[in-house]
Nanobody
């Protein structure tokens, strides 16, 4: 069964750091673009960051540029998101996602991991 499983969520103080990980299993996701999204209750899910299959192309939402870093390890089928929180805006459920390179539809989603930023 193809699945993505996030880990590393929890409580972090504003100004602190947290690292999320996403483990992919089932198919080989090394030829898939991977990304992170987040959703605040009552709001739509929003894009955070994405990385191409090779790691050669990376994009970030403007709100996290310079504070978040996405990376991947195709040998272990994992993608990570290093987050340096600024304020409580980072409180959200964070989701890992994947889509086959060459497409633009995110095909696979994890169940999400809660990140809570305290002031």
């Amino acid at each position: 069964q193809d699945q993505l499983v996030e880990s590393g969520g929890g409580l972090v103080q504003a100004g602190g750091s947290l690292r999320l990980s996403c483990a992919a299993s089932g198919r080989t996701f090394s030829d898939y673009a991977m990304g992170w999204f987040r959703q605040i209750p009552g709001k739509e899910r929003e894009f955070v960051a994405a990385i191409s299959w090779s790691g050669g192309r990376i994009s970030y939402a403007d709100s996290v540029k310079g504070r978040f870093t996405i990376s991947r390890d195709n040998a272990t089928n994992t993608v990570s998101l290093q987050m340096n929180s600024r304020n409580r805006e980072g409180t959200a459920v964070h989701y890992c996602a994947a889509h086959q390179q060459g497409t633009s539809i995110w095909q696979y989603w994890g169940q999400g991991t809660q990140v809570t930023v305290s002031s």
